[in-house]
């Protein structure tokens, strides 16, 4: 589509959590390698972000994730041993990622939330619009990738947009909630966001979930964010300075999300795609 916005190239994915409730299986293994079926949650984002033609992957990592480098890169030994065998075709899907994207990678050095996270990947990112995955929120948008969907959005608009669904009521304490008014299906302008609200103080019950596009002024807006819910670096507290100069779209995206930062939406995913891959 021709659009006077700038393109989004890049993709940001903060993956330096340390994966708490996923103890004691994400002692070794960074939480973003935790497979749903044979392929880990960040290599779902990565092709999500493919498939919204999006190929320059940013990865910001942490001490104890030198796992995701290895499998975003060849394997000599392993493709040495399976070529010409039976199994080669294991590992199509992930050589073809491979080839098509190009990954790069920054450490968080301190845990000071999800804003500072996203700030520490300017410098793989620069000075330009770009999306974020949080790898833990698996997307399925079938046909249609939700950050697809999110493109598109933005190629008519070019400010940030912010992916939702609606939650039950008692759960907005898990998510950054907004308060917009509807301008089209689904699309609202956000003039108010909170970070993990209680049910009772929640302007809503429409919960961001882990896809942002995110406009580049927003690196200077988070140096000046301070700490918020939990003592951290909020990037709800960051997009609602955009928000105020109307400048923030939530979308509600088409699809299904699971919630594999916990165990029941990762059980559920699991279920979800392998019911899908039996069909
Ligand atoms: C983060 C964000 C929150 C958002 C959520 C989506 O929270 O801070 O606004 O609703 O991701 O998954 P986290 O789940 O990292 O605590």
Wanted: charge should be negative; aromatic fraction near 8%; glycine fraction near 8%.
């Amino acid at each position: 589509m021709n659009t006077k916005y700038p393109t989004i190239k890049k993709c940001l994915f903060p993956a330096a959590g340390y994966g708490t409730r996923f103890l004691p299986a994400t002692k070794a293994i960074p939480k973003e390698m935790l497979p749903v079926l044979t392929k880990p949650l960040l290599q779902y984002g990565v092709e999500e972000a493919l498939a919204a033609n999006i190929n320059t992957i940013a990865i910001v990592t942490g001490r104890g994730k030198r796992a995701i480098e290895d499998h975003f890169d060849i394997s000599y030994e392993l493709e040495h041993q399976i070529k010409g065998t039976s199994k080669e075709h294991y590992l199509t899907e992930i050589r073809s990622l491979i080839t098509k994207c190009t990954f790069s990678y920054t450490r968080q050095v301190e845990m000071k939330g999800l804003g500072h996270a996203i700030l520490s990947g300017e410098t793989l990112i620069g000075h330009e619009p770009f999306a974020v995955v949080l790898a833990d929120d698996l997307c399925d948008g079938n046909s249609h990738g939700v950050l697809a969907q999110m493109v598109s959005l933005y190629e008519k608009h070019g400010c940030t947009v912010v992916a939702i669904e609606e939650v039950p009521r008692e759960q907005t304490y898990k998510y950054g909630v907004i308060a917009g008014e509807e301008i089209e299906e689904g699309v609202y302008r956000v003039s108010d966001m909170v970070e993990k609200p209680d049910p009772k103080d929640a302007p809503s019950n429409l919960a961001i979930i882990g896809r942002y596009i995110l406009t580049p002024d927003i690196f200077d807006i988070i140096r000046d964010t301070k700490p918020g819910k939990g003592g951290e670096v909020q990037i709800t507290d960051a997009i609602l300075e955009q928000a105020k100069q109307g400048r923030v779209l939530a979308y509600k995206f088409k699809g299904k999300r699971f919630d594999c930062g916990s165990v029941d939406g990762f059980v559920e995913a699991t279920n979800y795609f392998y019911a899908k891959s039996e069909s």
